[in-house]
């Protein structure tokens, strides 16, 4: 739900961009941020205006039901990249605001409790942002894919613990 609230930020311009980083404990027993450990930074950035939604965000997301992904609407407009070096990297999306909105309905939808682990849906990049305004982009590699799929984590996993803090 947090990637979704912040896609929802960073679409409806509260923010210019957000970034997911591994988890990391905090004190004994408290954990934060949102990945998994070892994950690379994710970051969604935002090309062009913000979405002006006077009446705010509402979405109730359909029941879910195996292979029904023809029910969500598409994500038009968004690109994938890699910053850094093959030891030390980060991944991007970058995203109009539409897309933005979209890619938060998809993660409302996979993140309803009935959805089983392994679920998801796998996005193919859909267009070629401009160097001009997207000077990370200009770097190779580019990922022409991004897999997107719901996961849980045995309880034992110290950060997986019902009760860790988030924030």
Do not use: C
Request: no cysteine.
């Amino acid at each position: 739900m947090t990637l979704a609230v912040n896609l929802l930020d960073v679409g409806l311009g509260r923010h210019r961009s957000s970034t997911f980083e591994e988890v990391q404990e905090w004190g004994s027993g408290n954990w934060y941020l949102e990945l998994e450990p070892g994950s690379p930074p994710l970051s969604f950035v935002r090309e062009g205006t913000a979405l002006d939604m006077p009446d705010g965000f509402v979405y109730e997301p359909p029941p879910f039901e195996p292979n029904s992904l023809l029910r969500l609407e598409p994500v038009p407009n968004f690109a994938v990249g890699i910053e850094g070096t093959a030891e030390q990297y980060s991944l991007f999306v970058l995203a109009d605001a539409a897309s933005l909105i979209s890619l938060a309905k998809h993660f409302l939808y996979f993140g309803q409790p009935d959805v089983p682990s392994g679920e998801g849906i796998t996005y193919k990049a859909s267009y070629e942002p401009d160097p001009k305004v997207s000077r990370a982009y200009q770097r190779e590699p580019r990922i022409s894919k991004l897999r997107v799929e719901r996961a849980s984590f045995p309880q034992e996993v110290p950060w997986a613990k019902v009760g860790s803090s988030k924030a």
